[in-house]
C-alpha cells in the first residue's frame, strides 16, 4: 500500500486549529487527506457547530419524513426554480441504477438575483421550500440555524485547505462572492431499508461532489458510505460519532491543478432488516456561481514544495465517477445548473424549457438521470 492510495479514512481533530502551538499538525494531517484520501473525519467542531443544535436536528429527521404524503408533495422540488424542495423515493438515477432514496434539498437563506436577460443559471440559487411550521413546529429555524452554523465551519476550512496548500489564509478567497451573493446547499436524506424484492442496494450511485467542499452529518448509526481508492476498493466510511465527514469536489481538484483530489463515492442501503432506515444530511459549500475555474485570473500559484508532493504522488487514476467535467468549460453556476436539470427534468420541464428540450428531446422521463 503505497501512501498515494488509502485503507481507512483518516480522523483530524478540529480544536488543534484553535492553539497556534498544534495548529500546523493539523494543516499537515488536512494535507495528506487533501492530497491522498479526499475525505477525513473531524471531530471536535463544537466551538462553532452546537451539539445540541445537532441533537436536535437529528430529532426532526425521522418526523419530517412522516409528514403525510400529501405534505411533502405541497413543497415538491418542481415547484422551485431553484431545485430546492421534496423529491420523492427513488426519483433519480445514477449509472442506470435507481438511488433508492427519498430528500428534502434545502439551502441557506437567499434571494435570487436573477432578472429576465440574465444567464439561467444565476436562478439556480434562492429561497429554500418547507412544509407547514404547525406540522413541524421548530424545524425551519432548527434547519437554518444548523446549515448557517456549518457554513461558517466551511468557510474556516476554507481558509485552512488554503493554508495546507501553501497559500495564505485567503488564498481561496477569490472564489468566493460576498456573503448576500452566497448560497450553500443542503439536504436531508433518507434511505429506506430494502427488502428481499429490492432491485439493487443503490443508495445513491459512485458520483463526485461539485464545489470546493462537503460537510457530511451521518444522522443515524447505520453504515452505507464508502469511498473509492486508487486501486477501485470500496473503503467503508460507518458514521463516527461526534464527527462530520469532510470531502472534497471537483471544482477543488480543478483550481489546485490536482493536488487537491476529488474521490469517488457512494452511498448503500441500510441492510436487510435494519430496524429503521439511515438518515444524512449533506452541506455542499459552493464556490461563486460567475467563477470559471480555467479562466486565468483564478489561476493559483502553489510553491514548489507542495507542486513537488503532487508529482511524488503521481497523477489520480480514473475511477467509477465521471460526473462534472463541465468545470472545464464552463462557469460554476451552468455547471450546477446542468446537473440539476438532469437529475430532476420534471423542475427543468416547468422552468427552464430550452435545457429540457436539449436533454430530453422525447419528453419527460419517469427518472432523472446524474449520468
Known sequence: MTESNFSKIPQLDYSLVLDSATKPQFILELRHALMHVGFLYLSNTSSVVDEELVESLKSYIPKLFALPQEEKDKIRMANSPHFLGYSRLGAELTKGKTDYREQFDIATEHVSRWKPGDPDYLNVWGPSQYPDEALIPGFQHTMQTYLSQVTSLGTRIIALIAEALGLPPDGLSRFYDTPDRMQHRGKIVQYPVPNERSESDQGVGPHYDAGFLTILLQASSHPGLQVQNLSGDWID???????????????????????????????????????????????????????????????????????????????????????????ESQPSGMVQLLGRVRSHPDVAQRHYPVLFKEFFPNGLPTQGIAY
Not at 283 to 301: G, M, Q, S, T
Open 237 to 327: 466510511a460507518s458514521p463516527v460519532p461526534g464527527t462530520f465527514v469532510i470531502n472534497f469536489g471537483r471544482a477543488l481538484e480543478f483550481v489546485t491543478k490536482g493536488i487537491a483530489r476529488a474521490t469517488s463515492h457512494r452511498v448503500l442501503s441500510p441492510p436487510i432488516g435494519s430496524p429503521s432506515p439511515r438518515y444524512s444530511v449533506p452541506l455542499f459549500h459552493n464556490i461563486a456561481l460567475d467563477v470559471r475555474v480555467r479562466d486565468p485570473k483564478y489561476e493559483l500559484e502553489f510553491p514548489p514544495e507542495i507542486l513537488k508532493l503532487r508529482d511524488e504522488r503521481g497523477n489520480l487514476s480514473q475511477t467509477d465517477s465521471i460526473n462534472y467535467s463541465e468545470f
